[in-house]
């Protein structure tokens, strides 16, 4: 969603010397006739370090009036993007209009944050936000998994209700349904600690009716939810690179924002609750269809003599081309299947997908063939296996019918 311009006093302290030398070996003149048009919109996640880049640029021919727009990014978690509009003729000599916006700059969330399940996904994002300083309470149920947050400094709280009453936001990262409704609303559940003023973030992979259920139950007592599943593994889980599909209330959505920055890249607002689930189910459908035919097509390469390393980097060049290739394809054709998605909840998805099409009459063939197939994996025991394992039941079907 388009991002909302910031007007913050005393901000040109956050201007490095990098981007203040960039501007000026642009403006050796600065005329005060041009004015330049008002922007509306740009991406919202900054980069980080300290330094400034371009981001992109839209070029002028030599005789162009029009400008050349130049986006520098910075690298440090201040938030700040600065857009230089270059004026005049090019070719001769260029008059400049330097116009500083100042994009996402936002106050770093001042509450008490806490986190419920510190599994393959939910420990790499906890870090980050005691990394980043926030004042954070945990809480999983091997209590064990908790250790390592709390020697970077997170409390620890022996269950859901606790952290959500010691919390001004709850976030939740479950495994599958069954387990977000345990935690949200079971027994010593986070929905008994919740209340006016707080807010609860599932960021579990849930179908629709599971994020509507936990929904309700926290608004009954009087708090905010927003559901927030996130599109990424293990490792854009550790670098910070998630993208959050977020819907439910947008004054929770605003707050938890700057937190949000710190665990991905980008996130998107869907409005109501429900949308993000869906959304959420919609991408892995497609996910797990597209393991399963690049599956496929290594096995197929290496019966008819090629060599699959090479299928992998001309698929990787291609118009087909995604990163889930060039990651996963080469463990794969060494048959090794380091976990960073489960399997397990990878066929779990497909099944909630499958739940959600099949509750609006679309016909989704491709998905539901691939579901069987990872229902094969599961029954030979790959479940922990990371999800590109698939590729075993196919191997095994090959050899049954050989």
Not at 59 to 65: E, G, K, L, P, R
Not at 141 to 155: E, H
Request: with cysteine; glycine share 8%; hydrophobic share 40%.
């Amino acid at each position: 969603m388009p991002s909302t311009l910031l007007a913050k006093p005393n901000i040109n302290n956050l201007l490095s010397s990098t981007a203040m030398a960039l501007c000026s070996a642009f403006c050796p003149r600065i005329s005060t006739n041009f004015r330049p048009k008002p922007f509306s919109s740009f991406p919202s996640k900054p980069l980080l370090s300290l330094s400034f880049k371009v981001f992109s640029s839209q070029a002028t021919d030599a005789s162009s009036q029009g400008p050349l727009i130049l986006m520098l990014k910075s690298e440090s978690n201040t938030g700040l993007t600065c857009f230089i509009s270059v004026y005049g003729r090019i070719a001769t000599r260029c008059y400049l209009t330097l116009t500083m916006i100042m994009l996402n700059v936002t106050d770093k969330f001042s509450g008490r944050v806490g986190f419920l399940g510190l599994g393959i996904m939910g420990s790499p994002m906890a870090q980050n936000l005691i990394k980043a300083g926030c004042d954070v309470i945990v809480w999983n149920r091997t209590k064990s998994k908790c250790d390592p947050l709390i020697s970077l400094g997170a409390k620890y709280s022996s269950s859901p209700e606790e952290v959500a009453a010691n919390c001004d936001v709850t976030f939740a990262m479950l495994a599958d349904p069954e387990s977000a409704i345990d935690v949200a609303c079971g027994k010593n559940g986070a929905v008994s600690g919740m209340g006016p003023g707080k807010g609860y973030v599932d960021i579990s992979t849930v179908d629709v009716a599971t994020s509507k259920l936990i929904n309700e139950h926290i608004k009954a007592r009087g708090a905010l939810f927003l559901e927030a599943p996130v599109s990424g593994s293990k490792k854009p889980a550790e670098d910070g690179q998630l993208i959050f599909l977020t819907a439910g209330d947008r004054s929770l959505y605003e707050l938890v924002s700057p937190l949000l920055d710190i665990l991905g890249k980008s996130r998107f607002y869907l409005g109501e609750v429900g949308n993000g689930a869906a959304m959420k189910l919609v991408v892995n459908m497609i996910m797990g269809s597209m393991m399963a035919s690049f599956s496929e097509g290594i096995l197929l390469s290496k019966k008819v003599g090629l060599d699959p390393s090479v299928l992998v980097e001309v698929v990787s060049q291609g118009a087909i081309s995604a990163p889930m290739y060039s990651l996963k394809g080469p463990s794969m054709v060494k048959s090794q299947y380091p976990t960073a998605f489960p399997l397990k909840h990878q066929q779990k998805d497909l099944r909630l997908a499958l739940g959600l099409a099949e509750s609006v009459s679309q016909s989704t063939p491709i998905a539901a063939a691939a579901n069987e197939l990872y229902k094969v994996a599961k029954s030979y025991g790959l479940s922990d296996e990371d999800f590109s394992a698939v590729i075993e039941a196919l191997k095994a079907k090959s050899q049954d019918t050989a």
